[in-house]
């Protein structure tokens, strides 16, 4: 089993800037791939950016690209999301997501292990 504790969100005006953080206790392995999804009042959970324990290239929703940027600490097994260049439309609830394997996936059902949530509200 992982757990998964998020942090970091709040209230902050567009074109600010916030840095969200997911830290991941497990009982045995460390997670693998892990990634924010984020789902807005009356919309559909959508993903938003993963990365692997593994290296490599992380992957981004085309809707962030250049404006969000994830991270990961393995040795605090956490993973953090700077979230530059905010837009009213980024407001949501923002979820952290994990999978004991790598491997990345835009799909939630992907994901076995999910943070209650943190919320993100951009005002215009």
């Known amino acids: 089993q992982v757990q998964l504790v998020e942090s970091g969100g709040g209230l902050v005006q567009a074109g600010g800037s916030l840095r969200l953080s997911c830290a991941a206790s497990?009982?045995?392995?460390?997670?693998?791939?892990m990634g924010w999804f984020r789902q807005a009042p009356g919309k559909e959970r959508e993903f938003v950016a993963g990365?692997?324990?593994?290296?490599?290239?992380?992957y981004y929703a085309d809707s962030v690209k250049g404006r969000f940027t994830i991270s990961r600490d393995n040795a605090k097994n956490t993973v953090y999301l700077q979230m530059n260049s905010l837009k009213h439309e980024d407001t949501a609830v923002y979820s952290c997501?994990?999978?004991?394997?790598?491997?990345?996936?835009?799909?939630?059902?992907?994901?076995?292990?999910w943070g209650q949530g943190t919320q993100v509200t951009v005002s215009s």
């Open positions: 990365i692997n324990r593994s290296g490599g290239t992380p």
């Open positions: 997501a994990a999978r004991l394997l790598n491997g990345l996936s835009s799909s939630p059902q992907f994901y076995p292990f």
């Open positions: 497990a009982d045995t392995s460390s997670p693998g791939a």
